[in-house]
């Protein structure tokens, strides 16, 4: 199971996002924003971080104007390795070497092509492990103060 979260920046991308994981037939819980109101992002960002910290869903995908909000703010909830990522490799080398766990994804930066191919790699790219899981524990050891 996938989570989402925008806020009034990227909902409409979300909208987009999810006609895609509709049409593949990929399960996921909206947690809003549902229409394009003001509301400030890092509830919306701390609620798909805990989510995926907690392991109630596999991975996340928040949408703001850039996905820089989003993704400072859900960078703080331990456990989240959360990504801007607007290019293909970048997306790719954030699942294959950092193992993120979190897109996000600028609504005022990317078309819907651009996020759904994005979205389509994030979700099918495997984390490679070996010298990077190293990397990824060290990571960890940040969050619990030993580094
Ligand atoms: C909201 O206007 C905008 O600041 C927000 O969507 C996001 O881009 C923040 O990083």
Redesign the pocket.
Known sequence: MIVLGA????VSLKESVKKYLDSAKIEYRDLGTFDGQ?VD?PPIAAQVGHTVADGKAEKGILF???????S?AANKVDGVRAVVCDNDYCTEKARSHNNANILCL???VLDEEKAIALTKIFLGTEFEGGRHQRRVEEITAIENGKL
């Open positions: 806020d009034h920046g990227g003001s992002y703001c104007g850039t996905g820089i909000g989003m400072i600028g609504g005022r």
